[in-house]
């Protein structure tokens, strides 16, 4: 394990739902990151936070909405989300969010959106 | 923003073979190039990285070369076992310094 924990792993959403996404570390890292991978298609980083506060946004839809309450937690709020959003979800985190630091993964949610 | 090139997308070898994949990146003032292997069902992982004022690494099996002036930077595996199975991403630091560019993957497969 890399002390990076997602949950759920699977979510299945209509596209007028309303979900989250969640991610704890147990690093003690205070960078934590979302990417979006979709198949055959490079890992895409949508979100960075360090020390909670969000430095980085790469364009990413308002449909998708960060939370980072604290340096072990983040979430990311999904509502009125279209099928070209299915991918896998994944969180990271880094001892400061140079992306220089080793980034540590976790496990992904697999996201289905019909 | 930067652009990583990865080739190829497959590649089997047998075991014991040697297995290369290579990057290229278009931003000069990249500085730092990792690469991550991503098991099925788990997320990337570090396995080895390399940065611009080295032209290689190496960890045991695992090597990285490095060349600035063509912009391309290769993962070399020797002595490929069959847990060397997933794929591999290579990745460059874009200038913000929190953004890596990731490659499209190489999806390795190593056969007893």
């Known amino acids: 394990e890399t002390g990076v924990t997602q949950t759920p792993r699977h979510l299945v959403m209509g596209m007028t739902n309303k979900k989250s996404l969640k991610c704890e570390q147990h690093?003690?890292?205070?960078?934590m990151y979302w990417y979006k991978q979709s198949a055959k298609k490079p890992l895409e980083l949508m979100f960075v936070y360090s020390l909670e506060e969000r430095v980085e946004n790469n364009s990413v839809p308002s449909r998708f909405s960060p939370e980072c309450p604290n340096s072990s937690h983040l979430f990311l709020h999904l509502h009125t989300l279209q099928p070209e959003d299915s991918a896998l979800y994944l969180c990271?985190?880094?001892?400061?969010?140079?992306?220089?630091?080793?980034?540590?993964f976790g496990p992904g949610t697999r996201l289905t959106v019909l | 923003g930067e652009n990583v090139e990865q080739h190829p997308s497959t590649l089997s070898v047998q075991e014991g073979d040697s297995a290369v994949i290579k990057c290229t990146y278009s931003?000069?003032?990249?500085?730092?190039f990792p690469w991550y292997k991503q098991e099925l069902g788990k997320g990337p992982q570090l396995i080895i990285d390399?940065?611009?004022?080295?032209g290689e690494k190496k960890d045991q099996r695992i090597a990285v070369t490095l060349n600035k002036t063509a912009k391309h930077f290769s993962l070399h595996i020797t002595e490929t076992q069959p847990e060397d199975s997933a794929v591999y991403f290579c990745?460059?630091?874009?200038?913000?310094?929190?953004?890596?560019?990731f490659g499209k993957g190489t999806s390795l497969l190593v056969t007893p």
């Open positions: 931003d000069s003032a990249s500085n730092y």
């Open positions: 990745a460059s630091l874009e200038n913000s310094g929190y953004a890596l560019n």
């Open positions: 390399i940065r611009s004022n080295v």
């Open positions: 990271a985190s880094s001892q400061g969010p140079a992306a220089y630091n080793e980034q540590f």
């Open positions: 690093l003690g890292h205070n960078a």
